[in-house]
């Protein structure tokens, strides 16, 4: 049974009844198979754009949808209870917007944000690097200034959107100190920039997930986001949206497999959906109250950090009392619990490393292995600060 949602607006209404139709439409008929091939999903954000389901909370001068980000995420959510890792890539293409849609420069918004929010572009990112976790403030990728703009030199890890993404939200360091970190706008596809092979995993597998190593990727003026040196604030407040865009998609996994589950059982067992069910509307009820207010201007930061974790738990539960409760039937295609379980495992692990760093959504992620001119390299071989790699590379720039 759908959500019963309490939304601002009768525009707001019509949003989600769309999302709903062009989730059943698109979505529901190709998640199994790509998930089970890992092949990714051709077309899926064009169609998204056209849709009007691309750029939903960025101004509608840009070709945005001028939506509250209570209503956009509850966009995200219903696409998740369809496809949870396109829901995932939804979100991280819409943080990857997020630095050039509120601190970039008229200049800015009016060259880049309209390919952007219309589909035609796909952004991605990540705030993890090697020994750094998701700690903005202790980034070790450098962008060098030169005469006609910057050269950017580093490795990162868990890129959502690795390999597929138009363009690549990056904090780098510009300076000495700690908090000299900048923001730039970087593009997918470089002679200079080599991703890794896609991370293995049980599950979330359509849309890949890499490590990406910028080998001296020149980044010409315009890409500098806001201020030299002054980045911090806009990876702050990535890592609260993206703690929102986390709990949005968790939430909606878990509304996924407590519909398949209240379906199967009858009135004298629907106990036992009592606190499953308990968990996820708590959850969507953090995540809203987060929502609303970033929507009024109030800090929400700390709400932000309660909101992924409990809905991820609460995805956690949701899956493991679906799959005791379908029990045989539990691995068909019709009601796919297990693949709903794997998925809520995954995001669990994804935000667990990371929980001290204060890791965000969307494939931020943290990791362990070394970084600097001798970082490891795809298939473990060594990565010099030289030119050279043998990783696929995008054709297609910003």
Partial sequence: MPVDRLLPTDEAHDLIARTRAFADRELASRVTGCEADASYPTGLFTALGRAGLSGLPYPVRYGGGGQPYEVYLQVVEELAARWAAVAGAVDVHTLACLPTAAHGTDAQREQWLPGMLDGALTGGG???????????????????????GHLLQGTQLAVAHGGRAHFHTVFARTG????????????????????????????????PTTAAYWDGVYLEPERL???????????????DAGRLGGAACATGLAQA??????????????????????????????????ARRRDAGISYTRQASVAEPAAVEAAVKATAAAVRILGAVADTDEFPVRRYAREAAVLRLRIAPAAGAGSGAGGAGSGAVGVGGAAPGPAGRRFEAGRGGALSVRGSVV
């Fill in 225 to 239: 986001i806001g201020a030299p040196g002054r980045g911090l604030r806009i990876a702050f407040d990535l890592l």
């Fill in 176 to 207: 000495p100190a700690r908090p000299d970190v900048s923001c730039f706008l970087a593009p997918g596809a470089d002679e200079y920039l080599y991703f890794a092979a896609p991370e293995e995993a049980t599950a979330l597998r359509a849309i």
């Fill in 257 to 290: 497999a407590l519909d398949v589950a209240g379906a199967f059982v009858t009135g004298a067992d629907r106990h036992l959906l009592a606190e499953p069910a308990g968990a996820v509307d708590s959850a969507r009820a953090i995540y809203l109250d987060a």
């Fill in 126 to 148: 990540s705030r993890s690097e090697p020994h750094v976790g998701a700690d903005p403030s202790a980034v070790t990728c450098r962008a060098e200034r030169t005469r006609a």
